[in-house]
């Protein structure tokens, strides 16, 4: 297990092989949902592109669930068209809505629009029956700490992890990122009644340790902001 100053009523689960901490992680995904479901008309599962969660969409899928009743979205999407292979809505479909998953109802956050900033106003009407709080939210992280679009070099990133920020999305343009992005702000995401966080790789331990050092910072690490009691942080190497 890996020594990390973890915040308390943070919990971490480890394995040495990304398919099985995958198929931790969905299995506690189905739990949540399926209890939500039990209780509600209707689930919202929130997850990250990229390719860290590829099995976890997979392992996912295979779950007997009332998939027409949960509400898929990205935390983030890169302003970029479907058919682009940097589409995160695009992996999401490939690898998430199959199988007993493909029932579920996909919003995505790329709409027509030229840019985000023009977009805006489509994805919040598109989002607009989204309930909240949000029920399971599946984050991950990049080397320099920003999870979903929360880049600390974006000049959008104090209006979107402003905690008093009720806006569902923010458009984001970060120095170091070559695509344009739209991202659910901090305030949607923090008051999940779930999150995970996901991550593989020992140099996402090493973040995640940095991460840990100096809570308060947020602007430098965004992913600070989720780090408190409830988080289940799921790592394999």
Not at 23 to 36: D, E, F, K, S, W
Not at 37 to 58: E, I, N, Y
Not at 99 to 117: C, I, M, Q
Request: charged share 20%; hydrophobic share 45%.
């Amino acid at each position: 297990m890996p020594d990390l100053p973890l915040p308390d009523g943070v919990s971490l689960h480890v394995d040495r092989s990304a398919e099985q901490i995958a198929r931790a992680l969905a299995a506690r995904v189905a739990a949540v949902l399926a209890r939500r479901l039990a209780h509600s008309a209707g689930a919202s599962l929130v997850v990250s592109g990229g390719a860290t969660p590829l099995p976890f969409f997979r392992a996912l899928s295979g779950h007997s669930l009332d998939w027409k009743r949960v509400t898929v979205l990205l935390a983030d999407e890169r302003w970029v068209p479907e058919d682009d292979a940097a589409s995160n809505t695009a992996l999401v479909k490939r690898h998430l809505l199959v199988g007993n998953a493909a029932e579920a109802r996909y919003l995505p956050l790329k709409v027509s629009a030229e840019t985000p900033d023009q977009g805006l106003k489509a994805v919040h009407e598109q989002l607009s029956e989204l309930v909240l709080p949000l029920d399971v939210v599946v984050l991950g992280m990049g080397n320099d700490g920003h999870t979903a679009s929360l880049f600390p070099d974006a000049s959008e990133l104090p209006s979107a992890m402003a905690p008093e920020n009720d806006a569902l999305v923010v458009a984001m343009s970060p120095a170091s990122q070559p695509n344009r992005r739209i991202t659910l702000t901090r305030s949607v995401l923090a008051r999940a009644r779930y999150t995970a966080l996901h991550l593989r790789g020992d140099d996402k331990l090493g973040t995640l340790r940095e991460a840990c050092s100096d809570l308060p910072n947020v602007f430098a690490m965004p992913v600070r902001a989720f780090l408190k009691p409830g988080l289940e942080v799921f790592w394999s190497p």
